[in-house]
Each structure stands twice: as C-alpha cells, then as structure tokens.
C-alpha cells in the first residue's frame, strides 16, 4: 500500500522551532518530488514547500520562506520540514504529500498522509 | 500567479442528485487541473487530475471535464458517502473548495 505516515506535531510558543518527520511506504521515494501542504483550523489548503527527488531544487511558499525548510533522507524514504520562528498563523494541520512534476509543473497530490497538527500559541 | 476560483461555496442537495461544481482559472492552464475530496476529519484524496482522468480506485460516478481556463467536477448521483469539500488544483494553488452538504 502507498502511504506516508508524518509525526512531529506540537503546541509551540511564538518564536519557537519545530521539525515534522514524514515516512514513505510502498512505493520509490526516491522517485517523486514530495512536499509539505497545510490546512490552517476551517480553511482551505494552502501548499508550503516541495524537494525535488535529489534534494537538489527546494522551494517555498513566500508565506514561509527563510523560516521552513525542507529536506529528504531516500535512504530512509523520510522527509522532513524544519520549522524556525513560528507564527500564531503557522497554525494548522501539517500534510506530507507525494507529488508527481511533469510538463505543466506540479500535476497531483497523492497519497496525502493523516496529518500532523501544528499549534503555535502562547 | 494563476488564481483557481471555485463555485458555488457551497452546494445543498439531496442524495440520488447530480452534483456540478466549477473551477475558474485566471488564465489558461490547458488540461492540467486535479480534484480532491475531503470529508471532515480526513486528509484529502485524489479524485481526477488531468482534468478528466479518474485517480485509481475513484467511482465512475465521479467525471471531471473542461480545459482552459473552466473546469467541471461532476457527481452523477450523490451517495450518502460524497457529502464533502472539493478543491481544485493547479501547480501550488488550491481553489477555496466547495462544500457538497444534505439537503
């Protein structure tokens, strides 16, 4: 079966640091892009970062950019998103998501895993 | 930065009902536009990605259509279990999401 498991969720006070963990099964990880997509409490789904199957090529969403980064272990199908300087709005269910990059960019999510919840409150 | 604009908010049907739900890109993004479900408490799934290609393991109920710029999700004849939140996708964006509620 096709899944990624995340972990690493926590209540943080503003300022604080966070990393979340993802783990792959069942398929090649070392094969796809993967990314981070977060879904702040009754909102919609917002994309917050992707690596290239290399790790070579990391991009980010100008909302987290030169606080998150991203980074991938193949050896160990995991991913993992470093959280600095957290905000109250960073607030939200954290999803790991493969993804497959093609002509046109970024073409599907899928497997998305249960998710991890971050909350960052004083 | 192409925006995706979905429509209506919301949608009130009863079961056994057709479903259609819009998504309106800002300018033309061929046929590479994808729909997820999401019911409450869960992760999204995939549903079509291409704009008409069912995801595997999606009911045939589930067909989604367009190109250019407008696009489609139709839901033949809800089933109690497809009450839920529809996002369209493009790239990095996501559409604000249609909820599909009883009515």
């Known amino acids: 079966e096709v899944q990624v498991v995340e972990s690493g969720g926590d209540m943080v006070q503003p300022g604080g640091s966070l990393r979340l963990s993802c783990t792959a099964s069942?398929?090649?990880?070392?094969?796809?892009?993967m990314n981070w997509v977060r879904q702040a409490p009754g909102k919609g789904l917002e994309w917050v970062a992707n690596?290239?199957?290399?790790?070579?090529?990391?991009y980010f969403a100008d909302s987290v950019k030169g606080r998150f980064t991203i980074s991938r272990d193949n050896a160990d199908s995991s991913l993992f998103l470093q959280m600095n300087s957290l905000r109250v709005d960073d607030t939200a269910v954290y999803y790991c998501?493969?993804?497959?990059?093609?002509?046109?960019?970024?073409?599907?999510?899928?497997?998305w895993g249960q998710g991890t919840l971050v909350t960052v409150s004083s | 930065e192409i925006w995706l604009t979905q429509s209506p908010v919301t949608l009130s049907l009863s079961p056994g009902e057709r479903a259609t739900l819009s998504c309106r890109a800002s300018?033309?993004?061929?046929?590479?536009l994808s729909w997820y479900q999401q019911k409450p408490g869960q992760a999204p799934r995939l549903l079509i990605y291409?704009?008409?290609i069912r995801a595997t393991g999606i009911p045939a109920r589930f067909s989604g259509s367009g190109s250019g710029t407008d696009f489609t999700l139709a839901i033949s004849s809800l089933e109690p279990e497809d009450f839920a939140v529809y996002y369209c996708?493009?790239?990095?964006?996501f559409g604000q999401g249609t909820k599909v509620e009883i009515k």
């Open positions: 291409d704009a008409s």
């Open positions: 996708q493009h790239r990095a964006t």
């Open positions: 998501v493969r993804s497959l990059v093609a002509a046109g960019g970024t073409r599907w999510f899928d497997p």
């Open positions: 690596i290239n199957q290399d790790g070579g090529e990391r």
């Open positions: 300018q033309s993004i061929s046929n590479y």
């Open positions: 069942g398929f090649t990880f070392s094969n796809y892009w």
